[in-house]
């Protein structure tokens, strides 16, 4: 099932700096993660939330999705982030640390009936993954690849192999109820070279897009994530071999050498309808 709007790229902005809310407004993101958690500092915590309560009041931020992360509920700030996060009505709220169905049912419980994001970063949050995905307020899951590594003690490989579980299952977990699935963040972010290597992959896996901590992130992971014109142009061949067969009363259509079936097609217009929309958010 195609998303209804593009989350290639998925930003993380820290709610406690009014020049970073300020500057998000203009970046060619699909989608901000308006931060309470990891990038505010302890003092800064209770400000923060009157700091970004009057960024999105400002509006600016167009087409973008808007989903804040709060603190876990285990935090002392916790509640009070989930109860102000539910007066900002945005499009999701993001609870971090998510390792089962209860920890979402604790903050509906104060957020009510706004779409809920999952920090899917620890262990017990891989193997409990399809239980998560379930969830019935549950819209978008995104990985929390660095700490998911500090949980399951491994090395940094270039290719992800120890991560390769988690990621795999919160895949088959979104995909297996029609939920957002977000892969994690690649933090050197000079690296343009190495950002592609990482978000091919996790293309490759399935994933919609890609959080990021740079705004200099932003071109390479849009691309990535983007249908490229040999992609748009073999789609458009499909179905145009397909249309033409069926119209004949013939079952099999052949493009590039390939048989093209029905399975075929549906990923063919997925893939135009994806250009649409991110062409119809360009223009927004």
Same mark, same amino acid.
């Given at each position: 099932m195609?998303?209804?709007?593009?989350?290639?790229?998925?930003?993380?902005?820290?709610a406690?700096k009014?020049?970073?809310?300020?500057?998000?407004?203009?970046?060619? #993101?699909?989608?901000?993660?308006?931060d309470?958690?990891?990038?505010?500092? #302890?003092?800064?915590?209770?400000?923060?939330?009157?700091?970004?309560?009057?960024?999105?009041a400002?509006?600016?931020?167009?087409?973008?999705m808007?989903?804040?992360?709060?603190?876990?509920l285990?935090?002392?700030?916790?509640?009070?982030?989930?109860?102000?996060a539910?007066? !900002?009505?945005?499009?999701?709220?993001?609870?971090?640390? +998510?390792?089962?169905p209860?920890?979402?049912d604790?903050?509906?419980?104060?957020?009510?009936?706004?779409p809920?994001?999952? !920090?899917?970063e620890?262990? &017990?949050g891989?193997?409990n993954?399809?239980a998560?995905?379930?969830?019935?307020?549950l819209q978008?899951?995104? !990985?929390?690849?660095?700490?998911?590594a $500090?949980?399951?003690?491994?090395?940094?490989?270039?290719?992800?192999?120890?991560?390769?579980?988690?990621?795999g299952?919160? %895949?088959? &977990?979104? $995909?297996?109820?029609?939920? +957002?699935?977000? /892969?994690?963040?690649?933090n050197? *972010?000079?690296?343009?070279?190495?950002?592609? %290597?990482?978000?091919?992959?996790?293309?490759?896996?399935?994933?919609?897009?890609?959080?990021?901590?740079?705004? @200099?992130?932003?071109?390479?992971?849009?691309?990535? *994530?983007?249908?490229?014109?040999?992609? +748009?142009?073999? @789609?458009?061949?499909?179905?145009?071999?397909f249309? @033409? %067969?069926?119209?004949?009363?013939?079952? #099999?259509?052949?493009?590039d050498?390939?048989i093209?079936?029905?399975?075929?097609?549906?990923?063919a217009? /997925?893939?135009?309808a994806? +250009?649409? @929309?991110? &062409?119809?958010?360009?223009t927004?």
């Amino acid at each position: 099932m195609p998303l209804a709007r593009p989350l290639r790229s998925v930003l993380y902005i820290p709610a406690s700096k009014p020049r970073a809310l300020d500057k998000a407004r203009g970046l060619p #993101v699909d989608a901000i993660i308006f931060d309470l958690e990891d990038a505010v500092s #302890v003092d800064e915590k209770d400000a923060s939330r009157d700091t970004l309560a009057t960024a999105l009041a400002e509006g600016g931020y167009g087409a973008r999705m808007k989903v804040i992360r709060i603190n876990g509920l285990d935090t002392q700030w916790g509640e009070a982030d989930a109860k102000a996060a539910a007066a !900002m009505n945005p499009d999701a709220i993001l609870l971090p640390k +998510v390792s089962s169905p209860a920890d979402l049912d604790a903050l509906q419980k104060i957020t009510g009936d706004i779409p809920l994001w999952a !920090m899917m970063e620890t262990p &017990a949050g891989m193997l409990n993954a399809a239980a998560i995905g379930a969830h019935p307020m549950l819209q978008g899951m995104v !990985m929390g690849t660095n700490d998911l590594a $500090k949980e399951l003690q491994t090395r940094h490989r270039a290719d992800r192999l120890p991560l390769q579980t988690g990621l795999g299952l919160c %895949v088959l &977990a979104a $995909k297996a109820n029609d939920q +957002v699935i977000i /892969d994690g963040v690649y933090n050197a *972010f000079k690296d343009d070279e190495g950002l592609k %290597v990482e978000c091919d992959q996790g293309r490759d896996m399935g994933f919609d897009g890609k959080t990021l901590i740079h705004p @200099a992130q932003v071109d390479v992971t849009n691309i990535a *994530f983007s249908p490229s014109d040999a992609e +748009v142009d073999l @789609a458009r061949r499909q179905i145009e071999a397909f249309d @033409a %067969v069926e119209a004949t009363g013939q079952g #099999v259509a052949v493009v590039d050498g390939k048989i093209v079936e029905n399975l075929h097609v549906a990923t063919a217009r /997925d893939t135009l309808a994806k +250009v649409e @929309a991110i &062409a119809a958010i360009a223009t927004e």
